[in-house]
């Protein structure tokens, strides 16, 4: 209870900001987008991880007016890079709760037209569980946000359960391989099998395929093998607050 108060407190009085991680491409090294990771500075606590809470938020309901918060403040981030000439794409991570929600694509939708951001910068990310809340509701959201131009990404893809014709059957555009199978890429052949088996699927599906957790140039270098189109990673970045974007995508031009 003491953190969901904290939390309701923090919302209010503005302790949260948004952390940025470079989303690159493997061929060539561009940045081309950013996923928002939201962080909170506690006054006496210091930095809280999301780790702790994002649970909390999601038990309480909270998550609906942060997730919301999230929306508007990484939209309103991207269409000023656009202004400044930084072309990148916004990935946001949306919890089960805020799926479920009938009013999410009216929500986007408007995020969208009050950042003044074109819906294609927008990937939405949700996990595979959250996919398989296969109720007519989350179904018509996935159709909604993808008429709107919105792209949709399946986050921490391999640690879930979601079946694989669903991949097909709705308008997905990324697999997102869990840094969980990228962290012993280059040591351990059946996380080997595991990520050439994922890019291959994302492949033969049309999709966009991008490998998370990346820190070394060994890993980067099987994925130039295996021809994963982005990945994400403390070897190009870690997450960083909004105003150390300009400079990584720089570094990395
Ligand atoms: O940012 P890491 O740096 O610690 O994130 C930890 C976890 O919190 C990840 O699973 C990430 O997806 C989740 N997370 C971070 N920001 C958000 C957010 O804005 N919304 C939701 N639902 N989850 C988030
Ligand atoms: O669940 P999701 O994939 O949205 O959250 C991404 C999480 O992974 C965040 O906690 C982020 O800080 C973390 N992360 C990003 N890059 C790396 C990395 O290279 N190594 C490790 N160990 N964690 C990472
Ligand atoms: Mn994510
Ligand atoms: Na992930």
Same mark, same amino acid.
């Given at each position: 209870?003491?953190?969901?108060? %904290? ?7 503005? &302790?949260?900001?948004?952390?940025? &991680? ?22 006496? /606590?210091?930095? @809280?991880?999301?780790? =702790?809470? @994002? ?34 794409? @916004? ?22 037209? #009050?950042?003044?951001?074109?819906? =294609?910068?927008? #990937?939405?990310?949700?996990? #595979? ?7 007519? +509701? ?12 919105? +792209?949709?990404?399946? %986050? %921490? ?6 079946? *694989? ?7 997905? &555009?990324?697999? /997102? ?16 099998? @595991? ?5 291959? *699927?994302? =492949?033969?599906?049309?999709? +966009? ?8 140039? #060994? ?9 994963? %189109? ?21 570094? &990395?031009?």
């Amino acid at each position: 209870f003491a953190l969901e108060n %904290d939390l309701r407190h923090a919302l209010a009085e503005g &302790q949260l900001f948004l952390a940025y &991680q470079p989303q690159v491409e493997v061929a060539g090294g561009r940045v081309v987008g950013v996923e928002a990771l939201v962080r909170w500075q506690h006054p006496e /606590k210091g930095l @809280i991880s999301p780790a =702790r809470f @994002i649970p909390v938020a999601e038990e309480s309901g909270l998550i609906l007016s942060l997730g919301d918060w999230v929306l508007r403040e990484a939209t309103r981030q991207a269409a000023a890079w656009q202004a400044q000439g930084m072309a990148l794409r @916004i990935a946001v991570n949306l919890s089960a709760l805020q799926f479920r929600q009938s009013q999410l694509p009216t929500q986007v939708h408007s995020a969208l037209e #009050e950042a003044g951001l074109e819906p =294609r910068w927008l #990937e939405l990310e949700i996990t #595979e569980s959250t996919l398989m809340d296969n109720t007519e +509701q989350a179904i018509s959201h996935l159709w909604e946000l993808s008429d709107m131009g919105v +792209q949709l990404a399946i %986050d %921490d893809f391999g640690t879930g359960y979601s079946s *694989l014709a669903y991949l097909k059957r709705f308008p997905l &555009q990324r697999l /997102k391989i869990d840094q969980a199978f990228v962290r012993d890429l280059s040591s351990d052949a059946n996380d080997a099998a @595991i990520v050439t088996a994922i890019v291959g *699927l994302a =492949r033969s599906l049309g999709m +966009q395929v991008t490998a998370e957790g990346v820190e070394t140039a #060994e890993q980067l270098a099987y994925l130039v093998d295996l021809a994963c %189109d982005e990945y994400q990673g403390y070897y190009c970045s870690r997450p960083v607050p909004a105003a150390e974007i300009a400079e990584v995508v720089a570094r &990395q031009a």
